[in-house]
Structure formats: structure tokens, C-alpha cells
Nanobody, 123 residues
Framework: VQLQASGGGLVQAGDSLRLSCAAS????????MTWFRQAPGTEREFVAP????????YYADSVKGRFTISRDNAKNTVYLQMNSLKPEDTATYYC?????????????????WGQGTQVTVSS
């Protein structure tokens, strides 16, 4: 399975971006999909997961109320709508896929990772 993330870019504080992650699998609905992010010199941070049914039970405190994760199983794609962006949101954003039933809070449980898309927010 290949995951292709896109949609990153350079924006100003307060702007919005929508990231996409397309999966090359017909079994997309078998996976929980999650967005992570990593800023230089920091650990990869869990942003938000979405279950195969489209339930999004958790958002990192740093993005809660500003980011929304969604998925379209017919298009094998997961999205991350990012509003009211802040300079501290600057990072490389990664999508990852974990087989249903795995612990999606555990980064080691992910089966596939995308290559990342860079988001830079200027003040």
C-alpha cells in the first residue's frame, strides 16, 4: 500500500489548508487512518485518527477546534482540514494506515506511512 500526501504549502497565520492522502489499495476501509506531524528537532506528533467508519474520536490538544479529519472510502482518501493556522503548526505532515483493530495511538502499530507534505505557517 502506498500513501501519497499532498496539499502542503506556505501560508500566513490565520489561513487554511486542506491536506489529502490518497491510498493505493482497494481495501482502504480496512484501515484506521491517522495524521501525524513532525517539526525539525522534535518527535513525530500524533494529530488525529479516523476509523474506517469515519469516527474521529481524538484530536491533539494543540489542534482541537481548528483541524478536522475526514475520509472518503470511495476515493481511498483521507483529509485534514486545517483552519486558523499558527506558526507552531509548521511541520511535515504524514499520513499513516493501521489495520483495523490495532492500537492507533501506538506509532509502532502502523503498517504504512506516506512520504509527508510540508506545511509552513508564517507569522
Amino acid at each position: 500500500v502506498q500513501l501519497q500526501a499532498s496539499g502542503g504549502g506556505l501560508v500566513q497565520a490565520g489561513d487554511s489548508l486542506r491536506l489529502s492522502c490518497a491510498a493505493s489499495t482497494r481495501a482502504f476501509s480496512n484501515y484506521t487512518m491517522t495524521w501525524f506531524r513532525q517539526a525539525p528537532g522534535t518527535e513525530r506528533e500524533f494529530v488525529a485518527p479516523i476509523t474506517w467508519r469515519g469516527s474521529a474520536p481524538y484530536y491533539a490538544d494543540s489542534v482541537k477546534g481548528r483541524f478536522t479529519i475526514s475520509r472518503d472510502n470511495a476515493k481511498n482518501t483521507v483529509y485534514l482540514q486545517m483552519n486558523s493556522l499558527k506558526p507552531e503548526d509548521t511541520a511535515t505532515y504524514y499520513c499513516a494506515a493501521a489495520t483495523r483493530g490495532k492500537n492507533y495511538f501506538d506509532r509502532d502499530d502502523y503498517d504504512y506511512w506516506g512520504q509527508g507534505t510540508q506545511v509552513t505557517v508564517s507569522s
